[in-house]
């Protein structure tokens, strides 16, 4: 891991006054400048769109290094997690901090396992949704509502409150999310069956039918834990920050967590599997790929290519490699021949090489894989941002749960640079 530089503090020349700037250190990672006390010695504000340059807290969950493909979970390198842990390990892991013992996990399974149930008059929040609409909007109004089932648990001085919230949103995650699914195609709800551990369960509410019995093949519920756990935290990003500004509110974790899977919903975010799979499906044959590649590059087309590129990985996606042999492994035990899989192994192959991709760093990220992968399983594509979000949820809770204990927590409240008019007289619509 790269060594963080020896500088300790800033000194910035404002005008005629000099200000010290601390700079502060986290275990890893690049050297922050504290620049809080800036307006008030100065009187400027900092400008920083994206939030590119700035870090908004500090957090002992995930760290990563884009520069050299790292992801590590409370420490833990991702890969390692990958191989040898599960999806529900790795969510006690982000909760908790660390892994835990045999006794520890079987009393958070046993947990997990007896909050997947809904409260029935969940099923008329359903019924109020077209058939045809999106899983998301389901998801995030169904989330939406949840606070108003748990009204009596919501002090969330408790710790054991707090605890008690983010079981339920890991464990009720799934059977909501199979719950707008079989509303979509108009199957009768499945209860979640205790007997089966958690990805076994999702997939049982997810796919069977009334007329006949379900097989769960290993090689998809290994691939779909795979996937969860690729995807559970990624430190700061967009729905991570939404979940923590929402919860900088005082807001009840339900709403934070709708909060979060809507900025997830994006394109430029977790709506980017879904995204990738349109886009294969638009560029159809292998044969047209180049002048995708090409209108990609031409900045007036608006077009760009889906899966590729990401804000902090500069090289590799870590998640993007460990994906990429799952997915051969996947469509080959599977026996999918889909011929979208050419497309994308020729897109990625044609990006590879060409220097425009290659001068702006631009790689496969995990969702150029992930769809694949999903499409295999049967999961429909507009239920790929829906995935995202069950496997998220143990990151956003870990985070929301870290945030209610931060001893330096704040409401968020970004200042902005003003581009309106100046002040100026009313004038009466007569008169205008
Ligand atoms: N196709 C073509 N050009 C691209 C792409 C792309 N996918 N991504 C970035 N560029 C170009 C961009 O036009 C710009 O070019 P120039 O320097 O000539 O102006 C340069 O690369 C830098 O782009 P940027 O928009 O400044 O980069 P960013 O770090 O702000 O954006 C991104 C990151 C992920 C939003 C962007 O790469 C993108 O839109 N990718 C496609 C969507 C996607 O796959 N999103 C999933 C991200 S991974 C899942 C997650 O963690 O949420």
């Known amino acids: 891991m790269s060594e963080p530089s020896a500088i300790d503090q800033v000194t910035l020349n404002a005008g005629d006054k000099a200000v010290t700037l601390p700079v502060a250190r986290g275990t890893l990672g690049a050297p922050c400048i504290e620049i809080a006390k800036l307006p008030k010695e100065t009187g400027c504000f900092t400008y920083d769109p994206g939030f590119t340059a700035t870090a ?7 760290y990563i290094d884009g520069d050299a493909g790292v992801l590590l979970y409370r420490g833990y390198p991702i890969e390692q997690l990958a191989k040898d842990s599960s999806f529900l390990e790795v ?8 892994l835990p013992d045999k006794q520890a996990f079987t009393s958070f399974e046993h947990d997990v396992t007896h909050h997947t149930m809904l409260h029935e008059a ?10 045809d609409a999106h899983p998301m909007s389901m998801l995030v109004g169904m989330l939406g509502s949840m606070a108003s089932f748990y009204h009596n648990d919501l002090d969330y001085d408790d710790p054991q409150q707090r605890r008690l919230a983010a079981i339920r949103l890991i464990a009720k995650l799934p059977t909501i999310a199979a719950a707008c699914h079989r509303h979509s195609v108009g199957w009768p709800l499945r209860y979640p069956r205790n007997n089966l551990e958690y990805v076994n369960r999702f997939l049982h509410m997810m796919f069977e039918v009334p007329s006949g019995p379900l ?3 290993p090689v998809a519920a290994k691939a779909l834990d795979l996937l ?6 990624h430190e700061q990003n967009a729905s991570t920050s939404t979940v923590r500004l929402v919860g900088s509110t005082g807001a009840n974790p339900y709403a934070c967590i709708a909060a979060g899977v809507a900025a997830l919903w994006g394109p430029a975010h977790g709506g980017a599997n879904e995204a990738v799979l349109k886009m294969l499906a638009e560029i159809g044959d292998a044969k047209h790929v180049q002048s995708a590649v090409d209108r990609a590059k031409d900045k007036e087309s608006g077009f760009r290519l889906m899966g590729f590129g990401h804000r902090v990985y500069k090289n590799f996606d ?8 799952m997915c051969h492994q996947v469509l080959e035990e599977l026996g999918v021949n889909d011929p979208l899989l050419e497309v994308a192994m020729k897109l990625e192959e044609a990006a590879l090489k060409d220097d425009y991709f290659v001068q702006r760093k631009l790689y496969p990220n995990v969702d150029f894989y992930s769809g694949i992968i999903y499409k295999a399983l049967g999961i429909p594509t507009e239920m790929f941002t829906v995935m995202f979000a069950i496997a998220r949820t143990a990151g956003w809770v870990a985070h929301w749960l870290e945030q209610q204990e931060d001893p330096e927590f704040k409401i968020g409240r970004p200042r902005q640079i003003y581009t309106g008019h100046d002040v100026r007289d009313y004038v009466p619509v007569a008169k205008r």
């Open 318 to 325: 870590p998640r993007a490699k460990i994906i990429r042999e």
């Open 56 to 62: 908004a807290c500090r957090s002992a969950i995930t």
């Open 228 to 233: 969860f756990i690729l995807h559970a935290d």
């Open 91 to 98: 969510a006690y892991l982000l909760m908790n901090g660390e």
């Open 215 to 217: 097989e769960i093949n």
């Open 122 to 131: 969940f099923k008329g929040f359903l019924d109020g949704f077209r058939h």
